[in-house]
């Protein structure tokens, strides 16, 4: 994603707007990936008016939500999901996986597998959630991915270090001319970033959001929600997110374009 879907995003937006620059709105991975490319390609932050990073998942190593448990043992587990089925980690069993989630969520009242995965992957429920929509999100949400970036983000959370996939020694070396990843050297992002965080976040964890502050040389804003306890999924999911996000969001494209 870093290295050829993003670039090809960009650069087909501005030849077919023949704008010079665009804003770019990322929230958890789709803000990490951003971070990653311009530390990369450093060219890019020219093309960037305004990075808008939402919850950004870049340093992790703070995560308090349970499924760092599971992290712990993924590298093995992600073995396996690559031989059974054929390097996805949901893509081959989607339609068992959406009549799973459909018959654990689908009510105002959700089943014991629906709350465990909510506390799981999110530490609990988003605060603002409309549960009345659950059967809509749930339809499109997870969707499927690789198993190699799953195994990406478990590397990164793990080493609690910003840096390209591991490899092993033998195929790093090969492959970057050394033993160890390189680090995504975060003082390139010379593009002016809008950090937007909640205190509620247990992926992003505000210890880990303030790293990433600290580390970038041009923030344009830091924007904590002004909602205790506002968690990861509510960035995306709470019903009030207009009102206290993405009218900041707005006025910050309209300042900066």
Same mark, same amino acid.
């Given at each position: 994603?870093?290295?050829?879907?993003?670039?090809?995003? =960009?650069?087909?937006?501005?030849?077919?707007?023949?704008?010079?620059?665009?804003?770019?709105?990322?929230?958890?991975?789709?803000?990490? %990936?951003?971070?990653?490319?311009?530390?990369?390609?450093?060219?890019?932050?020219?093309?960037?008016?305004?990075?808008?990073?939402?919850?950004?998942? !870049?340093?992790?190593?703070?995560?308090?939500?349970? !499924?760092?448990?599971? %992290?712990?043992?993924?590298?093995?587990?992600?073995?396996?999901?690559?031989?059974?089925?054929?390097? #996805? !980690?949901?893509?081959?069993?989607?339609?068992?996986?959406?009549?799973?989630?459909?018959?654990?969520?689908?009510?105002?009242?959700?089943?014991?597998?629906?709350?465990?995965?909510?506390?799981?992957?999110?530490?609990?429920?988003?605060?603002?959630?409309?549960?009345?929509?659950?059967?809509?999100?749930?339809?499109?949400?997870?969707?499927?991915?690789?198993?190699?970036?799953?195994?990406?983000?478990?590397?990164?959370?793990?080493?609690?270090?910003?840096?390209?996939?591991?490899?092993?020694?033998?195929?790093?070396?090969? =492959?970057?001319?050394?033993?160890?990843?390189?680090?995504?050297?975060?003082?390139?992002?010379?593009?002016?970033? +809008?950090?937007?965080?909640?205190?509620?976040?247990?992926?992003? #964890?505000?210890?880990? &959001?303030?790293?990433? &502050?600290?580390?970038?040389?041009?923030? +344009?804003?830091?924007?904590?929600?002004?909602?205790?306890?506002?968690?990861?999924?509510?960035?995306?999911?709470?019903?009030?997110?207009?009102?206290?996000?993405?009218?900041? =969001?707005?006025?910050?494209?309209?300042?900066?374009?």
């Amino acid at each position: 994603m870093i290295r050829y879907d993003l670039p090809a995003q =960009i650069d087909g937006i501005l030849y077919h707007t023949g704008e010079a620059a665009l804003h770019f709105v990322g929230w958890s991975q789709g803000g990490g %990936i951003m971070f990653g490319l311009l530390a990369d390609r450093p060219e890019y932050n020219k093309k960037i008016k305004l990075l808008h990073a939402l919850a950004p998942a !870049v340093f992790m190593g703070h995560m308090t939500a349970p !499924v760092r448990i599971l %992290i712990k043992m993924s590298n093995p587990a992600l073995k396996i999901v690559d031989l059974f089925f054929g390097g #996805t !980690v949901t893509g081959r069993n989607e339609q068992l996986l959406n009549k799973v989630k459909l018959l654990s969520c689908r009510s105002v009242r959700p089943r014991g597998l629906c709350n465990a995965s909510f506390i799981l992957m999110n530490g609990g429920y988003p605060i603002d959630m409309n549960t009345t929509r659950l059967p809509v999100y749930l339809a499109n949400d997870p969707a499927g991915t690789s198993v190699r970036n799953v195994l990406h983000l478990a590397q990164v959370t793990m080493a609690n270090k910003f840096r390209k996939f591991d490899w092993g020694p033998l195929k790093n070396k090969r =492959i970057y001319g050394q033993k160890r990843p390189p680090l995504y050297d975060i003082r390139k992002v010379t593009a002016p970033v +809008a950090i937007y965080w909640g205190d509620g976040d247990r992926l992003t #964890t505000p210890r880990d &959001i303030a790293r990433l &502050i600290q580390s970038l040389p041009n923030v +344009a804003l830091v924007y904590k929600v002004p909602v205790p306890g506002f968690t990861h999924l509510d960035f995306g999911w709470s019903i009030t997110a207009w009102q206290h996000l993405y009218k900041t =969001i707005v006025k910050m494209i309209k300042l900066y374009s």
